[in-house]
């Protein structure tokens, strides 16, 4: 297998945290988009219709994760015809699960906002946000299926073109149709389904190799239960703790409505710094993905520890940027995030929150890659069950007591609780490297 160097490390990770850096800006732009309407309820239907689709969708991240796992895993045995049938069943699963969506879409949003707790504005323009957007679900999912084989062969340069593609067209047609066509909320859900149509498309164009070799139509390997049946248990697994996840943080947004809309709409700006963190540290994370799924598919213990730890040590240079940036130019973005000075000042109260996210965060983050690439994902399921319980207890504790500071402080213990159990399961990870 190839050697674990620095070198290697950063020609997957700089594509990632590259294309990366494009998918919080989005968020930034739709938000400053419907900022400039000088009002707290579009930003705060944005927020709310975004992250409850977000968190559908994310729920079939296991076909970026296990896909990673398992494809890298196939690639460090030299399996070929594995590596590439596992993007056809990836590819399936996406094509039913987004067309379930478009189908279940009315009871979805029901129950949604039946959680949610806004305002009748903010739940009018949330409806609108989700009833367009939902329609792009089958390549918004495909396009989890694609990213995660591509950075499982480590063509991370494929990934880099994917985002820059899907994100850029996604800019330009939010600012066109909110600021050039006053389409409003609609406009910006409007250009998230163009823009995931031509990611998708862009992705099958990239993974255009697999596509000439006879394996991924070979029917025989696709279904494959002896194969199918370790894939279905690894993406059970992360489905659960995808699941968990998206609970927890679609929490902070829930839960920052029944604060206030002003409060929603400040926290769905902080929030924007808090992605900005994970998509950077995600092409650590990622290139820990790969070179440690290739390592343990290689039965390579020593290869394992050193990816573990040199990805690791570019995280910490990662977040120590991200915090120091946050510091000094925080307030500056948040006065350009939107024009509402009320909500200016409330996002500036909370802001010393994002300067201590990254560092706390870092080894959950980390340590996610390491046992994704390794497809330990029972830990993961277990670990996250942990995790999200002691957050809710958390935030069921201090959410009376402080408001908005004690909803910040549960989300950080989150992370720590995250990072403590992962790392206590991480010395039977290398131990299974070698069996």
Same mark, same amino acid.
């Given at each position: 297998?190839?050697?674990?160097?620095?070198?290697?490390?950063?020609?997957?990770?700089?594509?990632?945290?590259?294309?990366?850096?494009?998918?919080?800006?989005?968020?930034?732009?739709?938000?400053?988009?419907?900022?400039?309407?000088?009002?707290?309820?579009?930003?705060?239907?944005?927020?709310?219709?975004?992250?409850?689709?977000?968190?559908?969708?994310?729920?079939?991240?296991?076909?970026?994760?296990?896909?990673?796992?398992?494809?890298?895993?196939?690639?460090?045995?030299?399996?070929?015809?594995?590596?590439?049938?596992?993007?056809?069943?990836?590819?399936?699963?996406?094509?039913?699960?987004?067309?379930?969506?478009?189908?279940?879409?009315?009871?979805?949003?029901?129950?949604?906002?039946?959680?949610?707790?806004?305002?009748?504005?903010?739940?009018?323009?949330?409806?609108?946000?989700?009833?367009?957007?939902?329609?792009?679900?089958?390549?918004?999912?495909?396009?989890?299926?694609?990213?995660?084989?591509?950075?499982?062969?480590?063509?991370?340069?494929?990934?880099?073109?994917?985002?820059?593609?899907?994100?850029?067209?996604?800019?330009?047609?939010?600012?066109?149709f909110v600021l050039g066509m006053d389409m409003g909320v609609a406009g910006v859900a409007l250009a998230t389904v163009i823009a995931e149509l031509a990611g998708a498309a862009v992705g099958l164009f990239l993974c255009r190799d697999v596509f000439r070799a006879p394996h991924w139509r070979d029917r025989a390997r696709v279904g494959d239960m002896a194969m199918l049946k370790p894939m279905i248990a690894v993406n059970t697994d992360i489905m659960i703790r995808s699941v968990l996840l998206q609970l927890c943080f679609m929490s902070v947004t829930f839960r920052a409505a029944g604060l206030s809309d002003v409060t929603l709409a400040a926290n769905q700006i902080l929030l924007q710094f808090l992605n900005l963190t994970a998509y950077a540290l995600d092409?650590?994370?990622?290139?820990?993905?790969?070179?440690?799924?290739?390592?343990?598919? *290689?039965?390579?213990? @020593? &290869? !394992?520890?050193?990816?573990?730890? +040199?990805?690791?040590?570019? /995280?910490?240079? #990662?977040?120590?940027?991200?915090?120091?940036?946050?510091?000094?130019?925080?307030?500056?973005?948040?006065?350009?995030?939107?024009?509402?000075?009320?909500?200016?000042?409330?996002?500036?109260?909370?802001?010393?929150?994002?300067?201590?996210?990254?560092?706390?965060?870092?080894?959950?983050?980390?340590?996610?890659?390491?046992?994704?690439?390794?497809?330990?994902?029972?830990?993961?399921?277990?670990?996250?069950?942990?995790?999200? *319980?002691?957050?809710? @207890? &958390? !935030?069921?504790?201090?959410?009376? +007591?402080?408001?908005?500071? /004690?909803?910040? #402080?549960?989300?950080?213990?989150?992370?720590?609780?995250?990072?403590?159990?992962?790392?206590?399961?991480?010395?039977?990870?290398?131990?299974?490297?070698?069996?």
């Open positions: 297998m190839k050697p674990v160097t620095n070198r290697r490390v950063l020609a997957i990770a700089l594509p990632i945290v590259l294309s990366n850096a494009t998918i919080p800006l989005m968020g930034l732009v739709d938000t400053y988009a419907v900022g400039q309407l000088g009002a707290a309820a579009p930003i705060g239907g944005v927020a709310i219709g975004a992250i409850i689709l977000s968190a559908i969708y994310w729920i079939f991240g296991f076909l970026r994760m296990g896909t990673t796992g398992m494809v890298a895993q196939a690639a460090g045995r030299g399996d070929i015809a594995e590596r590439d049938a596992h993007l056809s069943r990836a590819l399936l699963i996406a094509g039913v699960a987004g067309l379930a969506l478009i189908v279940l879409q009315l009871p979805i949003t029901r129950l949604a906002f039946w959680i949610a707790k806004g305002s009748d504005e903010v739940e009018t323009l949330g409806q609108t946000y989700i009833a367009i957007r939902i329609w792009g679900a089958p390549f918004a999912i495909a396009v989890y299926a694609l990213t995660g084989w591509l950075i499982a062969v480590e063509r991370t340069h494929g990934v880099l073109i994917l985002q820059m593609t899907m994100n850029g067209l996604n800019i330009v047609l939010s600012l066109t092409g650590f994370a990622f290139a820990a993905e790969a070179m440690v799924g290739a390592a343990f598919g *290689a039965r390579n213990r @020593a &290869a !394992l520890r050193q990816a573990a730890r +040199l990805t690791s040590l570019w /995280g910490v240079g #990662a977040v120590c940027l991200m915090s120091a940036m946050f510091l000094f130019a925080g307030g500056a973005v948040i006065e350009q995030m939107t024009t509402a000075q009320n909500v200016q000042d409330v996002a500036r109260v909370y802001l010393p929150w994002m300067v201590l996210a990254p560092v706390v965060g870092l080894p959950c983050f980390m340590l996610d890659g390491i046992f994704i690439g390794a497809t330990r994902t029972r830990d993961m399921r277990n670990m996250m069950l942990l995790s999200a *319980a002691g957050y809710f @207890a &958390a !935030l069921w504790t201090l959410v009376p +007591l402080f408001g908005n500071h /004690g909803l910040w #402080a549960a989300l950080m213990l989150f992370f720590v609780l995250r990072g403590l159990t992962l790392g206590w399961r991480y010395p039977a990870l290398e131990a299974a490297s070698t069996r």
